[in-house]
């Protein structure tokens, strides 16, 4: 795919402090992953479930790379508060359309920190009785694991600090950068 270099962003790559990720790497790495699911599920008729509205560049870079038939559903949740603690609230504000029952199951992610969101999401999709569940997420925060969740598919491992670009957004911003870039101290105030 095309991509503007990231001096065309103007404001929003005068933000970036480095970028970690370019997006030719982006690519690549996604072909890569998209060759491993269309292999890995031959004649299993995928499903696809991400979580809006993150993940949302990289299923959009996924789905092409995959070559066997697949479909593709959304699940959307409320934001939490700031915190680490294991009980905070996650909501679910737009379940699937159809039943899982049966179906195997790929939950997309864009990024898993802590783990908490997911976790939650994987024991109502569980409950669901899909064929297989397992879980393709394009960045891995492995060492703010809060709850062990195995991945079977992982684009790239971060470091423990905050990113964004590629679907992931500082207060709503940055999601539309084709790369992935740490911000600058001054314009990142953690909450
Ligand atoms: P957790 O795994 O429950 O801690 O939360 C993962 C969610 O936190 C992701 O779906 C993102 O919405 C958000 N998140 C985690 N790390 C980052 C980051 O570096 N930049 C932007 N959003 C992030
Ligand atoms: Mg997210």
């Known amino acids: 795919m095309a991509h503007y270099p990231p ?6 790559n005068e933000g970036i402090q480095e970028i970690l990720i370019s997006a030719e790497e982006l690519d690549q790495r996604i072909m890569e ?3 491993a699911i269309s292999r ?6 995928p499903l696809l479930v991400g979580v ?3 993940v949302v560049p990289f299923i959009a870079s996924l ?7 697949v479909e593709v559903d959304y699940m959307a949740i409320s934001g939490y508060g700031p915190g680490t603690k294991t009980d905070r609230g996650v909501r679910l504000e737009k379940d699937l359309t159809a039943p899982i029952a049966g179906r195997h199951v790929l939950f997309v992610e864009d990024v898993i920190d802590t783990g908490l969101t997911l976790n939650y999401l994987l024991k109502i999709l569980e409950a669901r009785k899909p064929a297989s569940l397992k ?3 394009l960045f891995n925060k492995s060492r703010r694991r809060l709850i062990q969740i195995p991945s079977a598919y ?16 500082y207060r709503e911003k940055y999601r539309n950068l084709p ?12 909450d």
């Open 179 to 190: 790369f992935v870039g740490l911000l600058k101290p001054e314009v990142f105030q953690p």
């Open 63 to 69: 789905m092409p790379a995959i070559t066997i038939p």
């Open 33 to 35: 992953l998209g060759r």
């Open 52 to 54: 809006l509205k993150g």
């Open 135 to 137: 879980v393709c997420t």
């Open 40 to 45: 890995d599920y031959d004649g299993c008729n």
């Open 154 to 169: 992982v684009g790239f491992e971060l470091p423990n600090l905050f990113v964004v670009g590629y679907g992931l957004d």
């Open 7 to 12: 001096e065309a962003y103007g404001e929003l």
